[in-house]
């Protein structure tokens, strides 16, 4: 079982940055692959990166490649979503999910089965 928190949402401006948080507590995290969605007002969830148990893979959806970067530190079980060149359309409430599958990394929500409350992020142009 894992649980997990996000934090570091708010309100920003188009071209600023802004790091979300997401910390696990529970066992095992860094057995976990870890992924970052979204989901913004009437629209569908969408994935937007996902980093491997060890961080030696990460993916990005075409969306946000370039301008957010996924890292994550096993010591602290925490994995961090930077957030760069942030634009309106990036507002979002930005939820954190561990999965424990194996092979190939996957930003497929269905592979993920802990999921964070979220936070929102807001960026006003």
């Known amino acids: 079982q894992v649980q997990l928190v996000e934090s570091g949402g708010g309100l920003v401006q188009a071209g600023g940055s802004l790091r979300v948080s997401c910390a696990a507590s529970g066992r095992s995290f860094s057995t976990y692959n870890m992924a970052w969605f979204r989901q913004a007002p009437g629209k569908e969830r969408e994935s937007v990166s996902a980093?491997?148990?060890?961080?030696?893979?990460?993916l990005y959806a075409d969306s946000v490649k370039g301008r957010f970067a996924i890292s994550r530190d096993n010591a602290k079980n925490t994995v961090y979503l930077q957030m760069n060149s942030l634009k309106p359309e990036d507002t979002a409430v930005y939820y954190c999910?561990?999965?424990?599958?194996?092979?190939?990394?996957?930003?497929?929500?269905?592979?993920?089965?802990?999921w964070g409350q979220g936070t929102q992020v807001t960026v006003s142009s």
């Open positions: 980093i491997r148990w060890n961080g030696g893979s990460t």
């Open positions: 999910a561990a999965g424990s599958f194996y092979g190939s990394l996957s930003l497929n929500s269905d592979n993920y089965e802990y």
